[in-house]
């Protein structure tokens, strides 16, 4: 339980960071904002045409009665649009990440700097277009791992009773995972951790990551919220990951900026 807590206690901390850093704070917004345009086209277009898509891909169904016919189709279409804000869920973070991986890289890094007992930050020493590789190579990976989630929990959700209580819960903190791994993913891959190791080193510590993730997952099914918090969750997960690496952060720094509730000031080992 107390993973559980200081997961949560680094999201608030990486929002306080971006608070005292204006600047770092209004670039990190761009990249979600660009995101959440894309999206929000997409959507409306979806609203306005998903039901002409569901007739034109159920031609069989042309000879139906009424109102089996339209039971049926306004049935898929709602399923459509559903399965697509889970999809808009389960991506925002991974799309946002990847347009913002200029802004977010120096945002973690200075995070690193500002916290780190020497004031230097960890670097790839890769060029750019190696790391926009590794990282849109990885968020697939990693999107594809959380559909199949998705589908599996979509399908329970049929299960009576089951379906409406268990399943929702195991949905957010699923999600909450996957958002975690791909937050954490902008630090931890500057240290050259791979996905494989990234993901070996999440699940030893899952209700850390567990309590970071979902409440930010939850928050993130508020329209427009995403954007305004991802710079803060981009922050905390850079603390969070130093914490997963069991790194020494600088005496009194995890109040002002810094990493681990400090009562020591020193980050706790993973572990």
Known sequence: MRDLGAGFHYLLQGQRWVARHGRQYGFGLLPGLITLVLYLAALVSLALWGEDFVGWTTPFADDWSSPWQGLFRGFLTAVLFALALLLSVLTFTAVTLLIGQPFYENLSEKVDRDVSPDGTAPESGLPLWRELWISARDSVRIVVRALLWAVLLFALGFVPFVGQTVVPVIGFFVTGFFLTEELTAVALQRRGVDLRERLTLLRS???????????????????????????????????????????????????DGGSAPADEGVSRPAG
């Open 205 to 255: 510590r899952k209700t850390l990551v567990w309590g970071f993730g979902t409440p930010l997952g939850l928050s993130f099914l508020v329209p427009f919220v995403a954007v305004f918090l991802m710079p803060g969750a981009v922050a905390g997960a850079t603390l969070m990951a130093r914490d997963l690496l069991g790194e020494d952060t600088a005496a009194g720094a995890g109040e």
